[in-house]
């Protein structure tokens, strides 16, 4: 009776080291399983949301802002650094070479931005908004690297086509686009660069939407990481940096490290009100803008 007993006890404490060691993995298998390495495909899914379908652009809205500012609105297409064509918008404004370069962020495309277009024209400039690789009518598919040779790709396309200079190009990005912005900084000479509901850099956005990363190295994510910091903690063209306080997907906090660690000229409009992407209440921005061109003889 003893032996059946204590064989019962090793088969109860088999089973039992067996379910422990099962449930070690698990963890092992997870922290394997969603490392920046081998999950990549899923965030890439996660970090960009093309659209390809809504490229009917609301001509009303476009005759109003033409009428409004006595711009002219054309489709522009250009190729980027691996043959794709993009395709983007330029609102041109009369009796001004100022022209902001703007870069979006990272979902739908730019037929669904016109309210951006629309208020920098106000500002006193022209407008190129375009779609990166795989939004809109743009070729290809997106990716980190690509996006920073879609922003050169506009870039060039100011200079060569339509004869600005590089003092009259002012980098504009919005959200996921004030990295890809940053980076443009890095690769071109720039009037003046401005920063709307941006980050400090890619991945620090990235741990703080998703905390888990924090498990993981540096060395474990791409390369190309949008830092900003990086990028403006050395000399830089004139910056402006716009973010609301109440901004709950890139924290206020993003804000306040860029303007920190980033050297002069450097400026920091902050909205009290403002949530991710708001331009705030009243003429805070056209204010704040308009005051930053004329200030840097933009």
């Not at 489709?75 to 609102?91: I, Q, S, W, Y």
């Not at 009100?273 to 840097?296: L, P, W």
């Amino acid at each position: 009776m003893r032996g059946c007993a204590a064989d019962k006890e090793h088969e109860i404490v088999g089973k039992l080291a067996k379910q422990a060691a099962i449930a070690g993995l698990i963890p092992l298998a997870a922290y394997v399983a969603l490392a920046p390495p081998v999950a990549w495909p899923l965030y890439k899914i996660a970090l960009f949301h093309p659209d390809r379908q809504s490229t009917n652009i609301d001509a009303v809205k476009v005759k109003a802002i033409e009428a409004e500012f006595k711009a002219t609105k054309r489709d522009v297409t250009f190729p980027t650094a691996n043959g794709k064509m993009l395709h983007g918008l330029f609102f041109e404004l009369p009796n001004t070479k100022r022209v902001f370069l703007v870069s979006e962020g990272q979902g739908g495309n730019i037929y669904g931005k016109l309210c951006c277009p629309r208020l920098l024209l106000q500002c006193g400039g022209s407008v190129l908004q375009y779609d990166y690789q795989g939004y809109g009518k743009s070729e290809g598919s997106p990716s980190l690297d690509g996006v920073c040779d879609d922003v050169a790709a506009a870039y060039d396309y100011l200079i060569q086509h339509e004869h600005r200079s590089s003092h009259d190009i002012i980098g504009y990005g919005e959200s996921f686009g004030t990295g890809v912005t940053g980076q443009l900084a890095l690769r071109r000479k720039l009037g003046g660069v401005i920063l709307l509901s941006g980050y400090s850099s890619l991945f620090r956005a990235s741990r703080d939407l998703l905390p888990f990363l924090h498990l993981y190295p540096d060395s474990m994510f791409p390369t190309q990481g949008l830092d900003n910091i990086a990028v403006f903690r050395k000399p830089h063209p004139p910056l402006l940096i716009v973010h609301g306080k109440r901004d709950k997907v890139l924290s206020y906090k993003n804000a306040e490290d860029l303007y920190r660690a980033a050297e002069e000229p450097k400026t920091l409009l902050t909205l009290p009100e403002g949530t991710h992407g708001s331009f705030g209440k009243g003429n805070a921005f056209f204010t704040s803008v308009s005051s930053f061109c004329t200030r840097n003889n933009l």
